[in-house]
């Protein structure tokens, strides 16, 4: 739970802000980047495959697992026990990379293939974050 | 209508949630200072790991059958916990959170509104499954205990797809037929074989037992057993959890203590970790107790302890952390090799309700305590601590086999092939 703070004044402590009746709470990233906190992950993007959607080595990626899966999607799967992100494409089961360098992915039966979530967001640091330093 | 929604096999399933490799896979996870086994998965188990049996026991039968052997990875687990409370609450207008894996919901006046309760669990299990990767199992009955049993049933029997609605009286009678006492709630050990010695081997001959004629031994609580095995809501909880009499902090060590500077430290260590807790519920303690230990098999175990009184009774790390100074003299002798040790406060009292004394003013420096909480509780525990307990810990716990803190540390999050 967030609050506004209002601090009670009396005496000589100046003039009360006139804009004291506006306050409202400041923009929180974590609002904006994550929709159903019980439910997301926040991963490290690994590799080149998804660069035509804008997504880099080193991107950080957050994964939500409520929301419906969709043809087209940015996904995040396990695919034979590995986290991988591509392009789902539900309809010819196949997994499309978003770099012509780098091929589709059909599924076949002898897989094991689950869908763990969807990309809903990326994020870039144009300048390394003191959070990730040593992992960039 | 009452559900209890338990995780199956929670620490394992916990480190398969970002391993996905490891899914159906048998796993094992160590308990402090990998001592011993306190979680195997089914398929562990099926491959005869028996629970709380040291792992030097086990290390054979893991290494041949590829089991996969976890140390406890708690902030982890505290995560995904909280994660799959959430989850699972969205589902009845009350939960009660009762273990690190276990929630209790209460559907009191919404009955109306949920037309096929065995749907509805099952939308909690594919729910929980979706969000958080963990698998649950949903039992739901009449009162806590029937929800309890009805929950023991979907986990262990087959068939039943991890969902078990106990609401009509033939199939109670069915599963109660099938299911000895020591499987409902609150019958241990000892009262289920006073039972069997008067002739009562299933649930149901115990629910049907007259309260007025129960043999001798068996208390108020056991009488509330029944009522609830019968239907009639005896046991809620508490809304509120009552605040802790005692707290202690202690622990094996990592690596045998033999020098007096570690020990000092590992007792400071477990002094800042009690006092913490006692300032968190707003308690003083007015009477300190620190304990050393060899191990009990060792040739000539050896244990030791210091009594101290506070007056006024405090919470204050530093004012801990003297005494034990003081006193190391006394609680260290050279050539024991001290493998537990620990700090426990007792006579806990409100700080809320203390009482001021005139004559005897207290010490205890709130305000840098409240400052010292703060900064842990925003940057993590022990970003600021007393130099007492040392920078360099080597006495600290062993955690050889321990995964990566994928959801609380930014540099553990896990990678995403591209």
Same mark, same amino acid.
């Given at each position: 739970?967030?609050?506004?703070?209002?601090?009670?004044?009396?005496?000589?402590?100046?003039?009360?802000?006139?804009?004291?009746?506006?306050?409202? =709470?400041?923009?929180? =990233?974590?609002?904006? =980047?994550?929709?159903?906190?019980?439910?997301?992950? /926040?991963?490290? &993007?690994?590799?080149?495959?998804?660069?035509?959607?804008?997504?880099?080595?080193?991107?950080?990626? /957050?994964?939500?697992?409520?929301?419906?899966?969709?043809?087209?999607?940015? /996904?995040?799967?396990?695919?034979?026990?590995?986290?991988?992100?591509?392009? =789902?494409?539900?309809?010819?089961?196949?997994? &499309?990379?978003?770099?012509?360098?780098?091929?589709?992915?059909?599924?076949?039966? &002898?897989?094991?293939?689950?869908?763990?979530?969807?990309?809903?967001?990326? /994020?870039?640091?144009?300048?390394?974050?003191?959070?990730?330093?040593?992992?960039? | 209508?009452?559900?209890?929604?338990? *995780? %199956?096999?929670?620490?394992?399933? +916990?480190?398969?949630?970002?391993?996905?490799?490891?899914?159906?896979?048998? !796993?094992?996870?160590?308990?402090?200072?990998?001592?011993?086994?306190?979680?195997?998965?089914?398929?562990?188990?099926?491959?005869?790991?028996?629970?709380?049996?040291?792992?030097?026991? +086990?290390?054979?039968?893991?290494? $041949?059958?590829?089991?996969?052997?976890?140390?406890?990875?708690?902030?982890?687990?505290?995560?995904?916990?909280?994660?799959?409370?959430?989850?699972?609450?969205?589902? *009845?207008?009350?939960?009660?959170?009762?273990?690190?894996?276990?929630?209790?919901?209460?559907?009191?006046?919404?009955?109306?509104?949920?037309?096929?309760?065995?749907?509805? *669990?099952?939308?909690?299990?594919?729910?929980?499954?979706?969000? $958080?990767?963990?698998?649950?199992?949903?039992?739901?009955?009449?009162?806590?205990?029937?929800?309890?049993?009805? %929950?023991?049933?979907?986990?262990?029997?087959?068939?039943?797809?991890?969902?078990?609605?106990?609401?009509?009286?033939? $199939?109670?009678?069915?599963?109660?037929?099938?299911?000895?006492?020591?499987?409902?709630?609150?019958?241990?050990?000892?009262?289920?074989?006073?039972?069997?010695?008067?002739?009562?081997?299933?649930?149901?001959?115990?629910?049907?037992?007259? !309260?007025?004629?129960?043999?001798?031994?068996?208390?108020?609580?056991?009488?509330?057993?029944?009522?609830?095995?019968?239907?009639?809501?005896?046991?809620?909880?508490?809304?509120?959890?009552?605040?802790?009499?005692?707290?202690?902090?202690?622990?094996?060590?990592?690596?045998?203590?033999? %020098?007096?500077?570690?020990?000092?430290?590992?007792?400071?260590?477990?002094?800042?970790? +009690?006092?913490?807790?006692?300032?968190?519920?707003?308690?003083?303690? +007015?009477?300190?107790?620190?304990?050393?230990?060899?191990?009990?098999?060792?040739?000539?175990?050896?244990?030791?302890?210091?009594?101290?009184?506070?007056?006024?009774?405090?919470?204050?790390?530093?004012?801990?952390?003297?005494?034990?100074?003081?006193?190391?003299?006394?609680?260290?002798?050279?050539? !024991?090799?001290?493998?537990?040790?620990?700090?426990?406060?007792?006579?806990?009292?409100?700080?809320?309700?203390?009482?001021?004394?005139?004559?005897?003013?207290?010490?205890?420096?709130?305000?840098?305590?409240?400052?010292?909480?703060?900064?842990?509780?925003?940057?993590?525990?022990?970003?600021?601590?007393?130099?007492?307990?040392?920078?360099?810990?080597?006495?600290?716990?062993?955690?050889?086999?321990?995964?990566?803190?994928?959801?609380?540390?930014?540099?553990?999050?896990?990678?995403?092939?591209?």
């Amino acid at each position: 739970m967030k609050f506004i703070r209002i601090t009670a004044s009396a005496g000589i402590t100046g003039f009360e802000s006139p804009a004291s009746d506006y306050l409202q =709470l400041p923009l929180s =990233l974590d609002a904006l =980047l994550v929709e159903h906190p019980s439910a997301t992950f /926040i991963g490290k &993007a690994d590799g080149c495959s998804m660069q035509g959607v804008g997504i880099f080595s080193g991107d950080i990626l /957050i994964v939500d697992r409520h929301v419906m899966v969709k043809e087209g999607d940015v /996904i995040v799967a396990n695919l034979n026990g590995e986290f991988i992100c591509k392009i =789902l494409n539900i309809s010819q089961r196949l997994l &499309a990379s978003a770099n012509p360098h780098y091929k589709t992915i059909a599924i076949t039966e &002898a897989d094991q293939f689950t869908i763990e979530g969807v990309v809903i967001r990326s /994020i870039r640091c144009h300048r390394a974050s003191q959070l990730l330093a040593s992992t960039i | 209508m009452f559900a209890l929604v338990d *995780a %199956n096999a929670f620490y394992c399933s +916990a480190e398969q949630v970002f391993r996905p490799q490891w899914r159906g896979r048998p !796993i094992v996870v160590l308990s402090n200072n990998d001592g011993c086994i306190v979680a195997a998965n089914k398929q562990a188990i099926a491959l005869g790991i028996k629970k709380f049996q040291p792992y030097f026991k +086990a290390q054979k039968l893991c290494e $041949t059958n590829g089991i996969i052997v976890c140390s406890s990875n708690y902030e982890l687990y505290a995560d995904l916990s909280h994660k799959m409370m959430q989850v699972i609450g969205r589902f *009845a207008p009350s939960q009660h959170i009762y273990s690190i894996d276990e929630s209790f919901l209460s559907f009191q006046g919404c009955e109306q509104t949920i037309s096929d309760l065995a749907l509805h *669990a099952q939308k909690i299990r594919q729910a929980v499954w979706k969000e $958080t990767r963990l698998p649950v199992c949903v039992g739901m009955g009449k009162t806590l205990t029937l929800a309890k049993v009805a %929950n023991h049933v979907a986990k262990k029997w087959p068939g039943f797809n991890g969902v078990c609605v106990l609401d009509d009286d033939k $199939t109670i009678r069915q599963v109660f037929a099938q299911l000895s006492p020591i499987d409902v709630w609150g019958i241990g050990r000892k009262s289920s074989s006073k039972l069997k010695q008067n002739g009562i081997l299933t649930v149901l001959q115990l629910s049907q037992l007259k !309260i007025h004629h129960l043999p001798a031994g068996f208390n108020v609580e056991f009488q509330r057993t029944i009522k609830e095995l019968n239907g009639e809501v005896c046991k809620t909880w508490d809304s509120v959890r009552a605040d802790k009499l005692q707290i202690f902090s202690t622990r094996s060590m990592g690596k045998r203590i033999t %020098n007096k500077e570690h020990l000092n430290q590992a007792l400071a260590k477990h002094a800042s970790i +009690a006092t913490a807790k006692a300032r968190k519920q707003q308690s003083l303690c +007015a009477t300190l107790m620190v304990f050393v230990a060899s191990s009990p098999f060792d040739e000539a175990p050896c244990s030791h302890k210091i009594l101290k009184h506070f007056n006024p009774p405090t919470n204050d790390t530093s004012e801990i952390l003297r005494v034990i100074h003081d006193n190391i003299e006394l609680l260290f002798k050279p050539g !024991i090799a001290y493998y537990k040790v620990g700090v426990g406060l007792l006579n806990l009292s409100s700080e809320k309700h203390q009482q001021w004394d005139l004559l005897n003013p207290h010490h205890h420096n709130t305000p840098l305590m409240k400052i010292l909480d703060e900064i842990n509780q925003r940057y993590g525990s022990d970003s600021a601590f007393f130099a007492a307990q040392g920078i360099d810990q080597q006495w600290a716990m062993r955690r050889q086999f321990l995964t990566p803190q994928y959801t609380t540390n930014w540099l553990h999050i896990p990678d995403i092939h591209c």
